[in-house]
């Protein structure tokens, strides 16, 4: 499974911004979708999961401002950051599993793409 991630860019605070992840596997097919986040020298944050029915959590620090979602049709995974604050600057990675949990777990996630920038400045 190939993921290709797009969208990161500079914004500043308070802004928005959309992540999309294109997967070479059928979205519909994937039981498990998730973002994750990562600053240099720190550990992978999960950030946000969608299962295959749809079911969606979100780490403590994003609820409210951010919504994942997920296009059949197109194969492609996206999340909606509102609201954006200096610390939500991190490469954004996306990833995919097919195992019986969804949860912010980056060990239970087997396929990850290569990443996207963002960076919250003013």
């Known amino acids: 499974v190939q993921l290709v991630e797009s969208g990161g860019t500079s914004v500043q605070p308070g802004g928005s911004l959309r992540l999309s992840c294109a997967s070479s596997q059928s979205t519909a097919m994937t039981y498990c979708m998730a973002w994750f986040r990562q600053v240099p020298g720190k550990e992978r944050e999960g950030v946000a999961t969608i299962g295959n029915a749809r079911t969606t959590t979100y780490a403590d620090s994003v609820k409210g401002r951010f919504t994942i979602s997920k296009d059949d049709a197109r194969n492609t995974l996206s999340l909606q950051m509102n609201s954006l604050t200096p610390e939500d600057t991190a490469m954004y990675f996306c990833?995919?599993?097919?195992?019986?949990?969804?949860?912010?777990?980056?060990?239970?996630?087997?396929?990850w793409g290569q990443g996207t920038q963002v960076t919250v400045s003013s």
């Open positions: 990833a995919a599993h097919d195992s019986l949990r969804c949860r912010l777990v980056s060990d239970d996630f087997r396929y």
